[in-house]
């Protein structure tokens, strides 16, 4: 297994731009012939792609016009929630504002983009204010499938929360879990492939077991999968069973037993899977299913459920000067993910500056690295680099260099991995924001929590 360290980490992020051929001068890098500097970038979603593109364009062409638009005041990382779920971190810690993209000169908009023209080049908002652009970038994370399941919508996340955004719905699965009684039931039941954050659902089930091990030990965990396999499984299955035994209760999919669910009753707080399970829980977080961000298959941009692009470039393949990054974009073997969405951004930021130069886009490596807390001190990653290629006939980005942990890995191991992946959410969130948390912006004032009118903002 390959080490990882914030040396490493660093290097990773960086490594996305080192294909754009430019100048330093005056201690920022500038493009010279054929420059970009007029050119009017818009990019839609300020998350770990969206808002990442936006700064690095920034930083690389100080005067290119680049305009973000965000319906959130503040985001709060979807990676490393289940930390505040689990009650290891703090809200503020996940929440970052965009008052750092806002001091390069970039153009944050915090409204809902409602309508993009490609033809006429114009992203529309819901205010009703129209933005221009040279080239687009769609980076508008997931939406939810809440059809899928009957009983289950939009309303009933509000009981039977999914906590699979960050923000109002993060804080109500951790408050429901505080307020539960001591030999409640919490059920947790993680969506079909594919979505956000493969081994996540199981990250969530190990934070809360821990948590529940320690502050309420009466209390179980269920667990109720679609699946048959799912991501890290060895060493989840490891951690259950040495951490959690008699604690946590997993159904997996068979050849018999279909554990997805069928029906979900708000009121009596309970779910029916369809192999005809039942079970009624103090606490139920149902993940659905999932699906590109709204506004991209309203805008003509989704083949069925997701984005298909250029895996060298992220260019849509759908509609001309427009990109596609992050969890939204078909990336063929590259998980969606915080990660595989910075480095897809970095990547991407240097093919519009060639572009808009009218040079060939550089050549591409893409990384992915994820970190899944499974007890105290006791952390297990997964990652590869992607290299675009032709694989079989199929134009595809393949992993390299993979690596996995293994069960029976040493505590000292697992210690390592606990102290490199709070450096690499340092890290990446920097990288990404280019600001600190939201409650150490301005000490001794407290951060403003997102607004508890709505659970999710859709762009």
Same mark, same amino acid.
């Given at each position: 297994?390959?080490?990882?360290?914030?040396?490493?980490?660093?290097?990773?992020?960086?490594?996305?731009?080192?294909?754009?051929?430019?100048?330093?001068?005056?201690?920022?890098?500038?493009?010279?012939?054929?420059?970009?500097?007029?050119?009017?970038?818009?990019?839609?979603?300020?998350?770990?792609?969206?808002?990442?593109?936006?700064?690095?364009?920034?930083?690389?062409?100080?005067?290119?016009?680049?305009? =973000?638009?965000?319906?959130?005041?503040?985001?709060?990382?979807?990676?490393?929630?289940?930390?505040?779920?689990?009650?290891?971190?703090?809200?503020? +810690?996940?929440?970052?504002?965009?008052?750092?993209?806002?001091?390069?000169?970039?153009?944050?908009?915090?409204?809902?983009?409602?309508?993009? $023209?490609?033809?006429?080049?114009?992203?529309?908002?819901?205010?009703?204010?129209?933005?221009?652009?040279?080239?687009?970038?769609?980076?508008?994370?997931?939406?939810?499938?809440?059809?899928?399941?009957?009983?289950?919508?939009?309303?009933?996340?509000?009981?039977?929360?999914?906590?699979?955004?960050?923000?109002?719905?993060?804080?109500?699965?951790?408050?429901?879990?505080?307020?539960?009684? $001591?030999?409640?039931?919490?059920?947790?039941?993680?969506?079909?492939? @594919?979505?956000?954050?493969?081994?996540?659902?199981?990250?969530?089930?190990?934070?809360?077991?821990?948590?529940?091990?320690?502050?309420? @030990?009466?209390?179980?965990?269920?667990?109720?999968?679609?699946?048959?396999?799912?991501?890290?499984?060895?060493?989840?299955?490891?951690?259950?069973?040495?951490?959690?035994?008699?604690?946590?209760?997993?159904?997996?999919?068979?050849?018999?037993?279909?554990? +997805?669910?069928?029906?979900?009753?708000?009121?009596?707080?309970? %779910?029916?899977?369809?192999?005809?399970?039942?079970?009624?829980?103090?606490?139920?977080? &149902?993940?659905?299913?999932?699906?590109?961000?709204?506004?991209?298959?309203?805008?003509?941009?989704?083949?069925?459920?997701?984005?298909? &692009?250029?895996?060298?470039?992220?260019?849509?393949?759908?509609?001309?000067?427009?990109?596609?990054?992050?969890?939204?974009?078909?990336?063929?073997?590259?998980?969606?993910?915080?990660?595989?969405?910075?480095?897809?951004?970095?990547?991407?930021?240097?093919?519009?500056?060639?572009?808009?130069?009218?040079?060939?886009?550089?050549?591409?490596?893409?990384?992915? %690295?994820?970190?899944?807390?499974?007890?105290?001190?006791?952390?297990?990653? %997964?990652?590869?680099?992607?290299? @675009?290629? $032709?694989?079989?006939?199929?134009?595809? =980005?393949?992993?390299?260099?993979?690596?996995?942990?293994?069960?029976?890995?040493?505590?000292?191991?697992?210690?390592?991995?606990?102290?490199?992946?709070?450096?690499?959410?340092?890290?990446?969130?920097?990288?990404?924001?280019?600001?600190?948390?939201?409650?150490?912006?301005?000490?001794?004032?407290?951060?403003?929590? @997102? +607004?508890?009118?709505?659970?999710?903002?859709?762009?």
């Amino acid at each position: 297994m390959l080490p990882i360290n914030r040396r490493a980490v660093v290097a990773g992020l960086a490594a996305g731009l080192g294909g754009v051929a430019a100048t330093v001068i005056g201690g920022r890098r500038t493009f010279a012939a054929g420059s970009p500097a007029s050119a009017k970038i818009v990019v839609i979603g300020g998350g770990p792609g969206g808002a990442t593109l936006a700064n690095a364009l920034k930083k690389l062409e100080r005067n290119i016009t680049v305009t =973000l638009i965000e319906p959130k005041q503040a985001y709060t990382t979807c990676f490393y929630s289940n930390h505040y779920i689990g009650g290891l971190r703090t809200f503020d +810690s996940i929440t970052h504002s965009y008052r750092g993209l806002k001091a390069l000169g970039i153009n944050v908009v915090s409204d809902t983009a409602s309508a993009i $023209d490609t033809n006429a080049r114009t992203v529309t908002t819901a205010s009703g204010d129209t933005f221009p652009y040279d080239r687009l970038v769609v980076a508008p994370g997931i939406d939810f499938k809440f059809d899928g399941i009957e009983g289950y919508s939009e309303a009933a996340a509000e009981t039977m929360p999914h906590a699979w955004r960050g923000g109002v719905q993060t804080q109500l699965l951790r408050n429901q879990l505080e307020q539960m009684e $001591d030999g409640g039931t919490v059920l947790l039941a993680p969506p079909r492939a @594919p979505y956000r954050c493969p081994p996540g659902p199981y990250e969530r089930a190990c934070v809360i077991a821990n948590y529940l091990k320690t502050s309420k @030990p009466k209390s179980k965990l269920v667990i109720v999968d679609p699946k048959m396999a799912f991501s890290k499984q060895p060493v989840f299955q490891e951690a259950f069973d040495k951490h959690y035994k008699d604690l946590v209760e997993l159904h997996l999919t068979n050849d018999i037993d279909d554990f +997805s669910l069928a029906k979900v009753d708000v009121d009596a707080r309970e %779910i029916t899977t369809k192999s005809g399970l039942k079970v009624k829980a103090s606490v139920t977080n &149902i993940i659905p299913d999932q699906k590109a961000g709204s506004i991209a298959a309203k805008s003509g941009l989704t083949q069925g459920d997701w984005c298909p &692009i250029d895996p060298k470039t992220f260019k849509s393949t759908l509609a001309q000067n427009v990109y596609v990054i992050g969890d939204a974009a078909i990336a063929t073997d590259m998980p969606k993910s915080a990660y595989s969405a910075n480095s897809q951004a970095h990547a991407v930021t240097g093919d519009i500056l060639a572009d808009l130069s009218g040079k060939p886009p550089p050549p591409n490596t893409f990384y992915n %690295i994820c970190w899944s807390f499974v007890a105290p001190n006791d952390v297990v990653k %997964i990652g590869a680099d992607y290299r @675009p290629g $032709d694989f079989g006939g199929k134009f595809a =980005l393949a992993p390299t260099n993979a690596f996995v942990s293994q069960p029976g890995e040493s505590a000292a191991l697992r210690k390592t991995n606990f102290d490199e992946s709070a450096a690499w959410y340092d890290t990446l969130v920097t990288d990404i924001f280019v600001n600190t948390p939201m409650g150490q912006e301005q000490p001794g004032k407290p951060a403003q929590a @997102p +607004s508890k009118k709505k659970s999710d903002q859709k762009l």
